[in-house]
Structures are given as structure tokens and as C-alpha cells.
């Protein structure tokens, strides 16, 4: 039996449909959600529900029961998120859990980067996993490409794009086939203790997106590289909480950085075949 946690989520979701679709029969899957209300669709496809939560060890006790493989999804609850991912792997290996995987992050330094509040989280639970004696597969995941659309702006085509990244290139993918990824990685052998880059084999900074969008819409989009305060001050203007501001600014600067540009791929061994290319997957977003 294997189990998804964060399955009322995108990357939760996109991997348990891949599992159906690889023919994993669905009493084969658990999904775990915090909220049962959320899991009617899961449910009704015959997906066990089991409800717990990161903060509640003895929901995630009773939730990893009878457990082969974990997709540990790393949590979008920002408070105290390595004690949560340490309750799951305590739980997981409790029931005896035999093969953890966990989505950590593709970055070239964990410790010294403009978002340690993320990279650190990811580089801790990593360490846990790994001295937890159950075996683990990390799949270092780069920066989804369904996160450049909000990077770039609601009004991208009458603005252009204005983000602190400099010349900064990510090898960004889409959700959905890291998710296929970690589905692939969930029903193949040979996975254990093993640490992949989930990223492409070409990374493209904002000035490439700018040129993309711009040959996708047939509009002269530019790109446009504030300073740091410059941006914050310019999103806390138009509405957005300062902390906020401050988060996404610091994924510019760890993009201008060079922190996602790790050189680094395993992606399209694992799927079988070269990702979605970043402009094909803009298509999908700015074409008509
Ligand atoms: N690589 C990247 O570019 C990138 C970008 C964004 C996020 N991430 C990370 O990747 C993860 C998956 O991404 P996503 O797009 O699937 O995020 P998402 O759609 O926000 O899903 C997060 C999932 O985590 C669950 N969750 C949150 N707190 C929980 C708790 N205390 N107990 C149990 N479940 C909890 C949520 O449950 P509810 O539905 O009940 O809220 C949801 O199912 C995120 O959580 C984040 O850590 C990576």
C-alpha cells in the first residue's frame, strides 16, 4: 500500500492520478488529508482517505498503518514545518514504513541562500530522513513552472515582467511531471536511498521568459530586474503584505543568485523522455 500525504493538493493530486493511470489499482493508494470534506473526488475513485495531521502524531500513528511506501509531500503549513515532516517520518518508521520519499528542493546552497526559511527546512528534513534507518529517495525539486506566471504578474502583457531575478536561470518544470516523477519513482525499483534532481536539463532566465512570452502573444513584453527594496516597496504599494513581498523577493534574489542553475538533471531518465520544454508549457498559459 502506498500512501500520499498533501493529497488534497496539486503535487498530491497529479501523483495519485499518475498512479491510476500507471494501473496501480486504487485500494492499492491511501491518501492522506487533513480535511475529509476536501477528498470527496479521491473517495469516489476508491482512494482510501485517511485523515490526519502533521501537527498530530496520533492522527499520523493511525494514518501510517499498514504502509509500504510514503510520498512525503513537504507541507505548505509554514508553522514549525521540520517538526511536522519529523512527525511523519516518526510515524512512518513506528508502523514500519519501508521506503520514504520526501519533496525537498534542487538548490546549490541549503544553508546560504536568500530563502532560508525554505532551504534550510528541506536540507534539515533531508538529514532526518536520512538518519532515520528507513530507506529514502529525495527528489530535489527545482522551481515549478506554474509558479512563473505569478512571478511574472497578472498584467505581464501591459506591464512586462518586474522581479528582482537578474540574469538569474532556473531549469524550471511543471507540477505535474515532478509529480509524474515522484509516481514513477513510487512503483519502479531501485529508487532506495537515492537523491534525484528533479529539474530540466535547460534552465532560462526572465529575460528568456519575457522573449517567450512575448513570441507567444505578439506582444513586446520586457523584463525589467529591480532592486530588492525597489520590488517590495513596489507590491506593498499595489496591496501586498510586506512579508510577502519579502518571501518573493527572496526567491528573485536566490534565482539572480544562480541557486536553482545547479547543473543538475536526473528528470528525463526518470519519466523516460525530455520534460515539457518551459516555452512549450508558457503555450499552455499565454496562448490563445
Ligand atoms: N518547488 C516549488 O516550486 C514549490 C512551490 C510551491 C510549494 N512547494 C512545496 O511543495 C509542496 C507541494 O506543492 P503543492 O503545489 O501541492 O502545494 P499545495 O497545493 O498547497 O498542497 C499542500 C498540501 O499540504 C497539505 N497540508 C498542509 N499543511 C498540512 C498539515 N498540517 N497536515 C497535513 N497536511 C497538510 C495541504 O492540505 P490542505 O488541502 O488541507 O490545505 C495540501 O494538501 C508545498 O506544500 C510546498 O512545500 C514547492
Request: charged content about 20%.
Amino acid at each position: 500500500m502506498i500512501l500520499v500525504t498533501g493529497a488534497t493538493g496539486h503535487f498530491g493530486q497529479h501523483t495519485i492520478n499518475t498512479l491510476l493511470a500507471k494501473g496501480i489499482a486504487a485500494n492499492e493508494i491511501a491518501a492522506l488529508v487533513r480535511d475529509e470534506n476536501k477528498a470527496a473526488d479521491l473517495k469516489d475513485k476508491g482512494i482510501q482517505i485517511r485523515v490526519g495531521d502533521y501537527h498530530n502524531t496520533s492522527s499520523l500513528s493511525a494514518a501510517l498503518q499498514g504502509i509500504e511506501k510514503l510520498l512525503l509531500v513537504s507541507s505548505s503549513d509554514l508553522n514549525e514545518r521540520l517538526t511536522q515532516h519529523q512527525n511523519v517520518i516518526n510515524a512512518a518508521k513506528e508502523n514500519g514504513v519501508k521506503h520514504i520519499l520526501y519533496t525537498s528542493i534542487d538548490i546549490e546552497n541549503f544553508r546560504d541562500s536568500a530563502i532560508p526559511l525554505v532551504s534550510q527546512i528541506h536540507s534539515d528534513t533531508a538529514d532526518y530522513l536520512r538518519a532515520s534507518g528507513v530507506a529514502y529517495t529525495l527528489l530535489d525539486n527545482t522551481l515549478y513552472a506554474d509558479l512563473v506566471p505569478m512571478f511574472a504578474g497578472q498584467n505581464v502583457l501591459e506591464t512586462g515582467i518586474f522581479f528582482p531575478a537578474g540574469e538569474g536561470k532556473t531549469p524550471f518544470v511543471a507540477r505535474s511531471e515532478m509529480a509524474e516523477a515522484a509516481a514513477v519513482v513510487l512503483t519502479t525499483s531501485g529508487h532506495e536511498n537515492q537523491e534525484y534532481a528533479i529539474t530540466a536539463d535547460t534552465a532560462y532566465s526572465f529575460g528568456d521568459i519575457a522573449g517567450f512570452i512575448s513570441s507567444i502573444t505578439g506582444k513586446d513584453v520586457n523584463y525589467y530586474s529591480p532592486a530588492k527594496d525597489e520590488y517590495i516597496a513596489q507590491l506593498v504599494k499595489v496591496g501586498v503584505p510586506e512579508g510577502d513581498a519579502a518571501f518573493f523577493a527572496g526567491f528573485g534574489e536566490a534565482i539572480k543568485e544562480g541557486q536553482f542553475d545547479t547543473n543538475r538533471s536526473d528528470l528525463a531518465k526518470i519519466l523516460g523522455r525530455k520534460p515539457l520544454g518551459l516555452e512549450e508549457f508558457l503555450k499552455s498559459i499565454y496562448g490563445a
